[in-house]
């Protein structure tokens, strides 16, 4: 008992904590053992978790991100508070591993860990976030918080909408449902993905298709899942052909798999497009999260 | 006035019930008697046995000892089964008497049988008496016992045997008891007695079977008794009202019997009283005339004494003196004699003719019978809920003076364009101050007027009253009928063609089988449509009645309503002429024939360009749940609009109306969420088979789903100022099925 407990003094510390729409949005710290540093993860936990187990929903942010940036810009919290859903928001990647190189560039390293488990040195000891967002962190998650292990849901923005789709693909049946701002949906043939992949994964592009969504779906035996999908049009990494969400499509459709994707006419890829939709993918999340 | 009340029902009652036990009888054919004698078998066949189970204790005992008992008892069944005379004769003999001490014992035969008829008979009348209790209906009347003795006549022979059968039970094994029923005697029987006994031939049931049957036959007739009691209670009311109305009568006649007389009396007392008077005045004047009379003779008298005596005393004087007093006495005499003697009686003595004048008197007594002609009656205006569709009951009242034999009863229907030559006029005649007038038009004005009449003549004719009949059931549009969880939207056509006062719907909840009331009504709906609130996830059944001053109509036919989800159908009226809308309102199909070259004429009500119908959602402000079954090639749009959307233009084309529209072409499949000709860009992996359209008037939303695999599709936000209806159009050849009355899934909540 005194060493769980700790333990758990040791694995979370509360970075801050403050109320909001009648929960509480805080920030832990903990070390983490995947990827082997003091990471980051911000959770909101609605009133309902007071009383009872919520669903959990994580939210994967996008290149360059922290966990502050969703808490701080999305404005969620008024529909996770409503549909009484603990939103967690990790880190994008692990951080002062002094790498070499991991600072250099904002899509690569640093704030960039695309969600893989890397493979190549000298990455493949810290960046694990694959593994990080699907097992280490839940784990913490259901062991340390009210929340409901048999229902959870993800979803993120950019290369944390690509993270959202492959962690929900290559895991069927772990997530309830998947939704996705902007994703990457395919990885493989667009610039951020061939360096991030080349980095992490090596150059053997037969490896880098676990991790893409275009692919998963086309080696997909078919999923319950229901996928929804918003892209601003007037985003400009969408038109520099960073996001290939056609592709996607194109894969599901064929394979039929349930997407709705939205071309939202004007909106960028800025948070004021997520949090233009954010209750929108919410709600698809309770939806399945409360059903 | 306390003993007359008293005394009516009293005397009322005896009657009724006479009447009541003779009417029933007559009701009874002989074939329904026998339908009903059956019933009665078992029990007073029972007591016929018992009945000749006290009678052959009469039988001497000793024989009886000796003898085998259960040959005794074949021998009586034998012998009863003979014929009447020799039955109880035979009875009385004994297996070992000879046989002519038969011949020895006929006239204690027949004292002894008396008394065992008699004793029948009694059984039977207290059977009768038992079924009178039970509500068999009256059997005490001779005719019926009649009846009842030939029937128990018919039934004496099986009584006899059923006789043997009874009794060997008893006596021989008790504890065995009857498993089966025998059919050719009617009775019980252990199923081991059937392999040896005479019932060996018969036909035989188990008895439960046989108790089954019994038990049907029982409650068929007691249906049919409870149907004549109902009859019979009903014809006992209105003998009481005829009761009342005789006795009313003969009271009135009674009193007016009496005032006459008393008239009558007065008026002989009046004339005896004057002729008295008279009599003793003409008595009075003639003693005094005669008395005068008398006098005046007893006075002439005397003096003719006075003179003779003078004269005779001349006589007697000397000459001289003689001639001198006789010349004076000759004067004197001559004188006297000049006076004239009265000698006529002044008055008549014999009693003049008196002529007593009964001319008033007669005429008094003629008019005992000879009453006056009522007065003119006053008829009753209609009272509320009196009438039916075909016939009313019109009132009205006498004075009480009056005496009234009948009543003649006008009547003609109200028309507002002949006035009243041509018109058709019924009459008749009734004896009480009512009457239940039929054959008449439903929900038509009839004026009435009533004249009383008696011997003395007719009256004068009551005041007009006008009367209306109950209208005509209103006819249940059952195809305009829409519901949702909170309400449903009932229409119906009035079915009468004057107008009506009002509507009543009547709703019966139908999960309660047992109650067959009216659990709700709305009244007072004064058009042929009304929504009413309901529960949500139950069934009702809706009836409409049409009202109006004489009552209610009866009910039109039942609409069932269930308000699971929201049920309408499509609109045939809105329909596109390329269009065709199945039988039940949720099919439209548009055909692949070649379409009419020619464009129909623009339409406010009907689509004329976009090839679309409109369903008829009920007009609730809640959230309503819709499925719509298409194929994946084809191009349909569906979604909402409003009433007046512009029908020449396509839908989604306007800010009246919210639609998705799929387009299938070169194997690519375009989806459109189109409002005001606007669409977001929104792609669709997989192609609904099964649109879900979920419309929320409370948060302005209009939602799209795949069903099937419960995919949210796209939301409007619509500002929804006035109800919408569902549409659908189909720019191909195809077909699209409506799913409605349907619960909305639980996903489908979240948007």
Known sequence: MVFQFFWRRMALKQISSNKCFGGLQKVFEHDSVELKCKMKFAIYLPP????GKCPALYWLSGLTCTEQNFISKSGYHQAASEHGLVVIAPDTSPRGCNIKGEDETW???TGAGFYVDATEDPWKTNYRMYSYVTEELPQLINTNFPVDPQKMSIFGHSMGGHGALICALKNPGKYKSVSAFAPICNPVLCPWGKKAFSGYLGTDQSKWEAYDATHLVKACPGTQLDILIDQGKDDQFLSDGQLLPDNFIAACTEKKIPVVFRLQEGYDHSYYFIATFITNHIRHHAKYLNA | MEGEAGEAPGLGRPAASKDFHFHHMDLYDSEDRLQIFPEEDTQMRREVVQAEMTNKSREPMKGKAQRDLEEEVDELVHLYGLEDDHELGDEFTDKSTPRIE??????????????????????????????????FGAWGSAGQCQDLREAYR?????????YECYVIPEEEDEEEAADVFCVTCKTPIRASEKVFDEHKEHEVTPLSKALESAKDEIHKNMHKLEKQIIEMENFASHLEEVFITVEENFGRQEKNFESHYNEILETLAQKYEEKIQALGEKKKEKLEALYGQLVSCGENLETCKELMETIEEMCHEEKVDFIKDAVAMADRLGKFLKTKTDVEISAQPEFEDQTLDFSEVEELMGSINTIPAPSAPVINPQAPNSATGSSVRVCWSLYSDDTVESYQLSYWPVQESSSGKDRAEFTMTVKETYCSVTNLVPNTQYEFLVTAQNRAGLSPASECAVYITAPCPPIMKSKEIRSCEEAALICWESGNLNPVDSYTVELTQAETPGASGVTESVVGIPTCECLVQLQPWQSYTIYVRALNVGGPSARSEAATVHTT????????????????????????????RKAPTREPLPSDTCFTRCVAVMGNLIPVRGRHYWEVEVDECLDYTVGVAFEDVPKQEDLGANRLSWCMRHTFASSRHKYEFLHNKTTPDIRITVSPRKIGILLDYENSKLSFFNVDISQHLYTFRCQLHQFVHPCFSLEKPGCLKIHNGISMPKRVTFY
């Open chain 1, 48 to 51: 309902k978790a007071e009383t």
């Open chain 1, 107 to 109: 899509d690569f390293g």
């Open chain 2, 102 to 135: 038969v011949s020895e014992y006929p006239p204690y035969m027949m004292t002894g049988r008396e008394p065992l008829r008699e004793q029948r008979d009694w059984r039977l009348s207290g059977e009768a008496v038992k079924a009178e209790d039970l509500g």
């Open chain 2, 154 to 162: 018919y039934t004496h022979g099986h009584a006899s045997e059923e």
């Open chain 2, 565 to 592: 989800g929201s049920y309408f159908r499509l609109n045939e009226h809105t329909c596109h002429p390329w269009l065709t809308v199945s039988e039940d309102g949720l099919t439209v199909v548009r055909s692949e």
